[in-house]
């Protein structure tokens, strides 16, 4: 009952760049909680990769995996070409200078400024950012981004939900990463800041040509940001497609996502 091979197979016959993300046959469970049952994914280079899955479907823990904050049972994860389980804790950290990572809400430091917020990557990441780093220059260019330069000396209490997650973008892009993974970058916020952050994500890509794995509950977000998308039921890549492929696809676990 998998509609998985006709999409997928539309999928092969597009020429498809590089992949800077592989996932082959993910598995992984908590004793009886068989939660990822062979999961599979593809992230090419320059796209905005958008997952969807219910609540508890196992997003965070493919997450996880993916930056190897946990180990899988079984199944393979290359990124930028390394396998992840492999890495030792000096390349595991090189390959996380690569990958920004927006978590849900906004997770600033509350007790540092804005400024502050934005150098802790910067030193975190000072092998692959360098010693000669005009900080400065990076903090007020990651701000501008996102157009809250002004915001540099204040602490994060005296900003909207909004305006936190876009100094938590600001937060994630000052490292320049080849790979954004957002967890919910919507999820809390009105309709208008939603939309605001979902251009700002639009507009981040086409600027740094980043490639872009976007897990969002948030059909308006998919329908506008996503080239192409994966449904994750049932512990595997249930469906694959762009968000009109998928919305035409006559599955009652499919449907339930767009109504
Ligand atoms: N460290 C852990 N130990 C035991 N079970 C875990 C652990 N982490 C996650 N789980 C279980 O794995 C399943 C998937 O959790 P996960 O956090 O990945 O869901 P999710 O898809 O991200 O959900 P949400 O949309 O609510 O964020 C859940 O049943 C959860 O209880
Ligand atoms: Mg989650």
Same mark, same amino acid.
């Given at each position: 009952?998998?509609?998985?091979?006709?999409?997928?197979?539309?999928?092969?016959?597009?020429?498809?760049?590089?992949?800077?993300?592989?996932?082959?046959?993910?598995?992984?469970?908590?004793?009886?909680?068989?939660?990822?049952?062979?999961?599979?994914?593809?992230?090419?280079?320059?796209?905005?990769?958008?997952?969807?899955?219910?609540?508890?479907?196992?997003?965070?823990?493919?997450?996880?995996?993916?930056?190897?904050?946990?180990?899988?049972?079984?199944?393979?994860?290359?990124?930028?070409?390394?396998?992840?389980?492999?890495?030792?804790?000096?390349?595991?950290?090189?390959?996380?200078?690569?990958?920004?990572?927006?978590?849900?809400?906004?997770?600033?430091? /509350?007790?540092? !400024?804005?400024? %502050?917020?934005? +150098?802790?990557? &910067? *030193?975190?990441?000072? @092998?692959?950012?360098?010693?000669? #780093?005009?900080?400065?220059?990076?903090?007020?260019?990651?701000?501008?981004?996102?157009?809250?330069?002004?915001?540099?000396?204040?602490?994060?209490?005296?900003?909207?939900?909004?305006?936190?997650?876009?100094?938590?973008?600001?937060?994630?892009?000052?490292?320049?990463?080849?790979?954004?993974?957002?967890?919910?970058?919507?999820?809390?916020? /009105?309709?208008? !800041?939603?939309? %605001?952050?979902? +251009?700002?994500? &639009? *507009?981040?890509?086409? @600027?740094?040509?980043?490639?872009? #794995?976007?897990?969002?509950?948030?059909?308006?977000?998919?329908?506008?940001?996503?080239?192409?998308?994966?449904?994750?039921?049932?512990?595997?890549?249930?469906?694959?497609?762009?968000?009109?492929?998928?919305?035409?696809?006559?599955?009652?676990?499919?449907?339930?996502?767009?109504?």
């Amino acid at each position: 009952m998998k509609a998985t091979q006709n999409i997928t197979s539309v999928q092969q016959s597009r020429a498809m760049p590089e992949a800077v993300i592989a996932i082959k046959d993910l598995r992984k469970s908590f004793g009886d909680n068989h939660v990822l049952n062979g999961f599979n994914m593809k992230l090419y280079k320059g796209e905005n990769l958008v997952i969807m899955g219910k609540s508890g479907s196992g997003k965070s823990v493919m997450i996880k995996c993916l930056v190897g904050l946990m180990q899988a049972d079984s199944g393979s994860i290359m990124v930028m070409g390394k396998e992840v389980a492999k890495l030792n804790r000096k390349l595991l950290d090189e390959l996380r200078a690569e990958i920004g990572f927006l978590f849900q809400g906004s997770a600033l430091y /509350d007790s540092m !400024t804005v400024r %502050e917020n934005l +150098e802790f990557p &910067l *030193r975190r990441h000072q @092998k692959k950012m360098g010693n000669n #780093l005009d900080t400065n220059s990076l903090v007020m260019e990651a701000l501008e981004n996102v157009g809250l330069a002004h915001t540099v000396d204040i602490m994060p209490e005296e900003l909207s939900g909004g305006m936190k997650r876009r100094v938590a973008l600001a937060r994630t892009l000052i490292i320049q990463p080849k790979i954004i993974l957002y967890d919910e970058p919507t999820s809390g916020l /009105d309709p208008i !800041t939603s939309k %605001e952050i979902i +251009e700002l994500m &639009l *507009r981040i890509q086409k @600027k740094y040509q980043t490639s872009s #794995l976007i897990i969002t509950h948030d059909v308006d977000c998919a329908r506008v940001i996503a080239d192409r998308m994966i449904l994750l039921i049932d512990g595997i890549n249930y469906i694959e497609g762009t968000f009109n492929e998928l919305i035409q696809i006559n599955d009652p676990k499919v449907k339930a996502f767009f109504k």
